[in-house]
């Protein structure tokens, strides 16, 4: 059992930044970020394994980045420049022992 609890999640104007955070209660093989806007597939934001190699969907390279606390059981999640297509709920994500695990999620919504 992998528990993950999110949080930074909010309001935030266009090209403005957010970070979220996710503790785990044990340290994956790999953890990340996924997103589900209304109507929408959850798709991939970033994951990062435990030792470093790093995935980011498309819609999001070169403005968001993932890093990781492996001592701390942490991940996290820089947003910059962002846009109101980044508006969604956002999940933590864990897996490991070829089962995954997510958290509740949390709301980023950005408005002008």
């Known amino acids: 059992q992998i528990n993950l609890v999110e949080t930074g999640g909010g309001l935030v104007q266009i090209g403005g930044s957010l970070r979220l955070s996710c503790a785990a209660s044990?340290?994956?093989?790999?953890m990340g970020w996924y997103r589900q806007a209304p109507k929408k597939e959850r798709e991939l934001v970033a994951t990062?394994?435990?030792?470093?190699?790093?995935n980011y969907g498309d819609s999001v390279k070169g403005r968001f980045t993932i890093s990781r606390d492996n001592d701390k059981e942490m991940v996290y999640l820089q947003m910059n420049s962002l846009k109101p297509e980044d508006t969604a709920v956002y999940y933590c994500?864990?897996?490991?022992?070829?089962?995954?695990?997510w958290g509740q999620g949390t709301q980023v919504t950005v408005s002008s």
């Open positions: 994500y864990a897996h490991h022992l070829w089962r995954d695990w």
């Open positions: 990062m394994t435990v030792d470093g190699t790093i």
């Open positions: 044990r340290n994956p093989f790999k």
